[in-house]
């Protein structure tokens, strides 16, 4: 039976989604199309190439996480990361990533949106400048653009740019105007709305994958007593405002929630045992989900 996936973000965390993958799969689900932010793009992307789970715990298991991250990530003077960040608006570049990304979607034949079949795969990122939450490849025709040659390992890496600790993505529009484009969790970080049609009959049945940090859930209930605790929070409010409504609507019987712990989005020197406690979260979680899924 062939169903949708929405992948959350939720950085090294991810790791958890092989394992919820795996017992899709091993309970017969085939994946038509799938959409994915930040994190959540990687595997997106890939399960839209054709990996299967296997294949994806193979990956990440084997993922040297370290080369993931230039050199200009281990500068060891503060006043010199604190330039860079100033002016280059990030820590590091972030080629790495989608050098790493283009090599295994070009394992599959897969360079650009053109070799995936129509609405395959829909990537979640922030347009800084023009204050705008951007799907990728639809909304690429706003900006002048062939959005069916577009590089689906760049779409992924403007998915992954986390603020500050990659440099924004550059994107210029028909006319040479150019826009930054960062993380897509900032605006929406579980776009569990994607393939909700409102009050009509959804297509096929979907699932959304979401990480669930419980230690940052507590958190957010302290009270505001500072100016960085505002900002956290600001930040917290816009990310989730744009996805709150459809995860109110589907919680109870379309999401299946990896709880996640002792874990932090930018973990990258990540163990072997972790990555396999992480996919045995998400394996577990789905199972438990599947005994009471009704679609």
Not at 33 to 49: E, K, M, Q, W, Y
Not at 51 to 69: F, G, H
Not at 246 to 254: C, G, L, M, Q
């Amino acid at each position: 039976m062939y169903i949708d996936l929405v992948f959350s973000g939720g950085g090294v965390k991810g790791f958890a989604f092989a394992g919820a993958l795996r017992v899709l799969e091993n309970a017969g689900y085939q994946f038509k199309r799938t959409a994915g932010t930040s994190a959540g793009s990687i595997v997106a992307a890939l399960v839209a190439a054709g990996y299967t789970a296997e294949e994806l715990k193979q990956i990440m298991a084997n993922m040297d996480t370290d080369k993931l991250i230039e050199p200009t990530a281990h500068i060891r003077f503060p006043i010199v990361k604190w330039m860079r960040i100033y002016f280059k608006m990030g820590l590091f570049p972030g080629n790495h990533l989608e050098k790493w990304m283009n090599t295994l979607l070009r394992e599959k034949g897969i360079e650009t949106f053109a070799d995936l079949p129509k609405d395959r795969l829909k990537i979640i990122v922030s347009d800084v400048t023009k204050g705008r939450l951007l799907v990728i490849p639809d909304d690429l025709k706003d900006y002048g653009l062939d959005s069916l040659h577009f590089s689906v390992a760049r779409a992924v890496r403007m998915s992954c740019t986390l603020p500050f600790f990659f440099e924004p993505v550059p994107l210029y529009d028909a006319d040479g105007v150019k826009s930054l484009i960062v993380d897509g969790g900032i605006l929406s970080n579980f776009p569990l709305w994607i393939f909700n049609r409102g009050e009509a009959l959804p297509v096929r049945p979907f699932v959304g994958l979401q990480i669930v940090d419980n230690e940052s859930q507590n958190l957010e209930k302290k009270k505001i007593r500072n100016a960085v605790e505002l900002f956290r929070g600001l930040f917290n409010a816009m990310r989730e405002a744009h996805d709150e409504r459809a995860i109110d609507k589907f919680k109870e019987s379309n999401i299946i929630g990896l709880p996640v712990d002792k874990v932090t989005t930018k973990n990258f020197q990540i163990s072997e045992k972790e990555r396999e406690r992480l996919f045995q979260i998400g394996a577990d979680s789905a199972e438990q989900f599947l005994k009471k899924w009704s679609y």
